[in-house]
């Protein structure tokens, strides 16, 4: 197999593009130094093409290795041949290998088994050749023996049979074939397990929908609800179309050789092909339902922790509670905790007073303008506590419902505890929850990515695979943004490219033992930071007022040179790095091939060391939309009229529409039909998870707490 040319086929890329990248990634670079820093030899394919590459890439090689096992092992039997071979070579996918494997690979005790040690290979033999005036009954007579406990010709026929249902079964390319009927005619099929059982799975009790049609987030339902004894799944094609298809590929003939024939291809079918095909068109629904789902949990993920952060202002974080009251903290704009408490604005220590006057407080003594509330239980008594205190005060505060999952999860893990040992669990969650505000992507990297819940099933999916995927979207947001190496926690840092646990954990101490890094070179005295990690992450850490301006920003430390040279050639210093607009157009003028060929660096590598010495440290989420903060009155959901119309944040995309937060605690759904006045492939096509939208409402059903919006006919 030439591996990278079907990269580059499948994906529409330059064989350059697939070799380079491959090379780089053999070499033990990263996804995030090779998209960053290695675009002349990748033709600046972003993070996610190149995950997509490597994904591919690690599939085709094991397919390669799983090619050379199976080949090793057949010539060993002395069973190799030029077909078989060749049939080995074209095989692209691990099924197909496998199916061509299938008569060569040593099988647990089988009917056919018994029956070749019995000898009955050459009556079977005898048998599918289907001959004119053979007489079967005879030729079996011969082959009975009461040792091998063949006392009449009917066993002796019956294990012939049996080896020659087990041939059939082992055909490559009947599998091959049924399965692709499978796909285009078959259906998957769902019936309730037991009929008195009421459950959420009723619209799967009579369900029957094509096996190439079927939605994604069905199969998972189904999956799920069989899992949890709720339905009987099968997978159906047309009475009898399989059955004819492997009895006409078969029998040849017509004579009683050749009912011997039908009657083990219909036993083969029923008893050996069925139920495998079966469990593969299954296994491949699945399969695709998941990985679908999980692109869609990390696209969901990507736009949450890419959300903008609410700079310079300090934040109260309110966690809502019923028994245990309302937590509250406050901290300052580098998220440092000014002051904790606890309120009460429900049953049954309700103390509405108490609480404005203790919010109050807060507010005027540290200066809070932005309040963060977490959207679980008590959140909407909380909403309306903090609207209500709000238009008493007076202008300059505004509250944002934030999504507080996962934060009971990290308030009581040991990172928590390793961060605020003298705060209680419950105070943990609050201070996490004002943090997510002020800056998302720098608080959510302290969390399991499956606990912060923007997808649909992640806890089906399989776990090798979605933390490899959200890992993966973790990782490429974190080296986008980039971090302060001065005040980044260890759990931030571990997500930079070439940096480990054990690495983070080192910069920390480092940090505490000797002061503030002032320059990047000093990384290399950090334990376990050696060239080849120091290569991978400097580019992604910030030293803010070191002693090297270049060190604030994106530009790479073996670009220092081509950065300095280029700022020579403008015109410019280094000292003037923060006040450049004009390097632009003067970059331009001289004319970018004509400082690459002087700067050493390419044109692609030179745009960006322009963008960053214009804007140093520059936040990539600066340039999105800010998020939508509230101050008025909070509505209630007898408060949603139909046709109103109604701004609101995209709260989660899922595969049939999208929830949007329009301020009444309940997110309403945006259905895949509702999304635009055209037609919409795929919620992702239209809205992202944080953006703002505006919508109108459909219908509400106070009774079930749901809300239906559409944002079909209303102007973005």
Known sequence: MEINKI????????????????????????????????????GSLDDTALRELFDRLSYLRNLQKRKEEITNSITEQGKMTDELAAAIDK???????????????????????????????????????????????????????EEKELPDAAACLQGAMDIIAEDISDSAELRKYLRALFNDMGKLVSAAADDTQKSVYENYYEFSEGVSKIAS????????????????????????VAERAV?????????????????????SYKRLIFPSVEREIRNELSEKAQEGAIKLFSSNLRQLLMQPPIKGRVTLGLDPGYAHGCKCAVVDDTGKVLDTAIIYITPPRKDIARAERVISSMIQKHGVTAIAIGNGTASRETEQFTASLLGKIGGGVSYMVVSEAGASVYSASKLAAEEFPEYDVSLRSAVS?????????????????????????????????????????????????????????????????????????????????????????????????????????????????GKNPLDNTGVHPESYDAAKSLLESCGFTLDGIGALSELPKKAKKIGLKTLSEKTGAGIPTLEDIISELVKPGRDPRDELPPPLMRSAD????????????????????????????????????VHISQLADKF?????????????????????????????????GVPQ
């Open 680 to 712: 919409v492939k795929h919620p992702l096509d239209v809205v992202k998870v944080g953006q703002i939208v505006k919508v109108k409402v459909l219908s509400v059903d106070v009774a079930k707490n749901r809300i239906s919006l559409t944002m079909k």
């Open 247 to 267: 009895v006409s590929r078969f029998v040849t003939a017509k004579n009683k050789c050749s009912e011997y024939v039908e009657a083990a291809a219909l036993d």
């Open 634 to 669: 909070v509505m209630e959901l007898k408060d949603l009229k139909e046709g109103m119309e109604l701004v609101g944040t995209v709260r989660n995309v899922i595969d049939f529409g999208a929830f949007v937060d329009i301020g009444v605690h309940e997110d309403g759904l």
């Open 217 to 240: 987030h069905r199969v998972l339902a189904i999956d799920r609800g069989e899992k949890e004894g709720f339905l009987k799944v099968s997978v159906t094609l047309p009475e009898g």
């Open 433 to 545: 929850i004002a943090r997510r505000l002020q800056d998302p992507l720098a608080e959510l990297v302290k969390i399991d990515p499956k606990a912060i819940g923007v997808g649909q099933y992640q806890h089906d999916m399989p776990k090798a695979r979605m933390d490899e995927a959200l890992s993966g979207v973790v990782e490429d947001c974190v080296n986008s943004v980039g971090v302060d190496l001065n005040t980044a926690s260890y759990s931030l840092l571990s997500y930079i490219a070439g940096i480990s646990k054990t690495v983070a954990k080192n910069i920390v101490t480092y940090r505490e033992e000797n002061g503030s890094f002032t320059d990047r070179k000093q990384l290399l005295k950090v334990a376990k930071l050696g060239p080849k990690a120091y290569e991978q992450c400097a580019g992604f850490l910030r030293v803010r007022d």
């Open 7 to 42: 990269i580059a086929a499948e994906l529409s890329l330059r064989q350059e593009q697939v070799d380079n990248a491959v090379s780089m990634i053999d070499e033990g670079m990263t996804i995030p130094f090779i998209a960053r820093y290695r675009k002349e030899l990748t």
């Open 91 to 145: 095989a692209m996918t691990l099924v197909e290998v496998e199916d061509i494997y299938l008569p060569y690979k040593q099988k647990r005790k089988t009917r056919a088994s018994v029956a070749r040690e019995k000898g009955l290979e050459p009556l079977a033999a005898l048998i599918l050749e289907q001959q004119d005036g053979t007489d079967i009954d005879a030729e079996a007579a011969a082959y009975i023996d």
